[in-house]
Antibody
Framework: EVQLVESGGGLVQPGRSLRLSCAVA????????MHWVRQTPGKGLEWVSG????????GYADSVKGRFTISRDNGKNSLYLQMNSLRAEDTALYYC???????????????WGQGTMVTVST | QSALTQPASVSGSPGQSMTISCTGT?????????VSWYQHHPGKAPKLMIY???KWPSGVSNRFSGSKSANTASLTISGLQAEDEADYYC??????????FGGGTKLTVL
């Protein structure tokens, strides 16, 4: 069974940076699109960013564009999210999620990790 | 990238059917057959229930079904069970490698 494990969350001051990682076990990682989705405390899910299986297509939510950068290392079965200029409103539980279909960039998110919490506060 | 519109809450009795709506625009829900639905129990990872409007992932009960008309997608749960009580989110592809979720609907099984 495929497993996704996020790490890198924590408490950070506004304006600082943080890098999240997502390790993918037991999957042909490099065949699937990957995404970051967050859930703010007491609120709903928000898609943050996604990257195609070959890194050829990348998208960002308007709320993070220009501040966050998604990347992947297929050799390490890992997904990353570099978060710069963090704001209080970025405080959330960050999930990584795997695309359902192999080598197709428009598939839904079939496997999710348990999330890593990011808190932006003084 | 405005969030899709879902009712904040719905409720029903065991055995009943329940439909949750998800309204977007011609730029997302209305333009692509790429709507999915997720079940989210607090403290757990979200679970994919329906993809590409009406398809079932492996292992998901066929009590869950999806449909779409114009800019509105719907999730129907038939034969409500206690374990169906959860938050449900719709999600649509919105073009240019972006996706958008709905605000979520809390389903209560009375």
């Amino acid at each position: 069974e495929v497993q996704l494990v996020e790490s890198g969350g924590g408490l950070v001051q506004p304006g600082r940076s943080l890098r999240l990682s997502c390790a993918v076990a037991r999957s042909t990682f490099d065949d699937y699109a990957m995404h970051w989705v967050r859930q703010t405390p007491g609120k709903g899910l928000e898609w943050v960013s996604g990257i195609s299986w070959d890194s050829g297509s990348i998208g960002y939510a308007d709320s993070v564009k220009g501040r966050f950068t998604i990347s992947r290392d297929n050799g390490k079965n890992s997904l990353y999210l570099q978060m710069n200029s963090l704001r209080a409103e970025d405080t959330a539980l960050y999930y990584c999620a795997k695309g359902l279909s192999s080598r197709w960039n428009y598939s839904s998110f079939d496997i999710w990790g348990q999330g890593t919490m990011v808190t932006v506060s003084t | 990238q405005s969030a899709l519109t879902q009712p904040a809450s719905v409720s029903g009795s065991p055995g009943q059917s329940m439909t949750i709506s998800c309204t977007g625009t011609s730029s997302d829900v209305g333009n692509y057959n790429l709507v999915s639905w997720y079940q989210h129990h607090p403290g757990k990872a979200p679970k994919l229930m329906i993809y590409e409007v009406s398809k079932w992932p492996s292992g998901v009960s066929n009590r869950f079904s999806g449909s779409k008309s114009a800019n509105t997608a719907s999730l129907t749960i038939s034969g409500l069970q206690a374990e169906d009580e959860a938050d449900y989110y719709c999600c649509s592809y919105a073009g240019s490698s972006t996706w958008v979720f709905g605000g979520g609907t809390k389903l209560t099984v009375l």
